[in-house]
C-alpha cells in the first residue's frame, strides 16, 4: 500500500467494458521525504481506480499490481486502485 496525492479525474472516450461507469484519478505517489515535506512531489503520476469518491487534493491510500484487482468479483484490466481516503497523515522521522 502507498500513499498519493489525487491531482485530477481521467475522462475515457472508449474504455474496455469491465470499465465502463468507473472513476479514475490521476495521483502522484509520495515518498517519505515528501510526507515529510523535505522534496516536493516529483513522481510520475498514475491512474488510479477510484470507489472511494475522492477530489482533488485528498490524500488517498492505493494498491498496484496484482493487489489492485483484488477487490473486484470480476476481473478488471487495473493497474492501481484507491483504497481509502486518507483524513490526516502524521510521519515521524526514524531516530539517526
Known amino acids: ?3 498519493g496525492r489525487v491531482v485530477g479525474k481521467v475522462t475515457l472516450n472508449r474504455a ?4 465502463r ?9 509520495l515518498s ?4 515529510l515535506g523535505k ?7 498514475l491512474v ?4 472511494t469518491s475522492s477530489h482533488e487534493g485528498c490524500y488517498v491510500a492505493f494498491s498496484e499490481g ?8 470480476e476481473p478488471k ?10 483524513d490526516h497523515i502524521e510521519v515521524r522521522p526514524l531516530p539517526e
Open 1 to 3: 500500500m502507498r500513499v
Open 16 to 19: 474496455h467494458p469491465s470499465l
Open 21 to 29: 461507469g468507473a472513476v479514475l484519478k490521476m495521483v502522484v505517489p
Open 32 to 35: 517519505l521525504d515528501n510526507l
Open 39 to 45: 522534496l516536493p512531489a516529483q513522481a510520475e503520476e
Open 48 to 51: 488510479v481506480y477510484d470507489e
Open 66 to 73: 496484482r493487489e489492485a484487482a483484488q477487490p473486484f468479483d
Open 77 to 86: 484490466p487495473v493497474d492501481a486502485y484507491a483504497a481509502a481516503i486518507l
